[in-house]
């Protein structure tokens, strides 16, 4: 299976990230199988850096991803926006040191307009179920966290172009 890691860098050799804020599925290396997502990534990731430095371009990474991986590590995917699934990123955006024990974690993405319906979550202002029922409206893009070292050997980098 391809998938796909936008970045303002080539990524040859992923690493799990753990940053000061939660994230969906916790800390991780986050991917997708949709390539325009992962190009809108990378774009979005230049315009934020480019108030550093000029020099900063969209790369999209792409891997192929042996799936067999669900076989064998402690996989968790989330067909659909569903409340366990709001439970688990209300329970990683609210703490980023969060660990849940996955090795790969696959799903819904809490793009901007999902990210404030979980965020009205977060600050106790919408009930998990008005939000999911809310989100059913929502076209909903895909990631796939791998959340663990031993997780990353299930892929493969195979090339970066400038996008």
């Not at 391809?2 to 050799?13: K, Q």
């Not at 986050?30 to 550093?52: C, G, H, M, N, P």
């Not at 926006?81 to 990123?89: A, E, K, N, Q, Y």
């Amino acid at each position: 299976m391809i998938i796909y890691h936008g970045s303002t860098e080539i990524v040859e050799h992923p690493k799990i990230i753990r940053t000061d804020k939660g994230r969906d599925f916790g800390a991780g290396f986050y991917t997708t199988d949709i390539k325009e997502q992962a190009v809108r990534w990378a774009r979005r990731k230049v315009l934020s850096e480019r108030r550093f430095s000029m020099d900063f371009k969209a790369i999209l990474n792409i891997y192929e991803f042996d799936n067999t991986s669900y076989e064998t590590l402690k996989t968790l995917h989330f067909p659909d926006s569903s409340l366990d699934w709001l439970d688990m990123i209300v329970k990683c955006r609210k703490n980023a040191n969060h660990t849940h024990g996955y090795d790969i974690v696959s799903g819904k993405i809490a793009n901007d307009n999902v990210g404030e319906t979980v965020m009205y979550v977060l600050k106790g202002v919408m009930r998990p179920e008005d939000a999911i029922n809310q989100l059913k409206f929502e076209k909903i893009n895909n990631q796939i966290c791998f959340c663990t070292e031993k997780s990353l050997d299930y892929i493969r980098f195979t090339e970066a172009r400038e996008v």
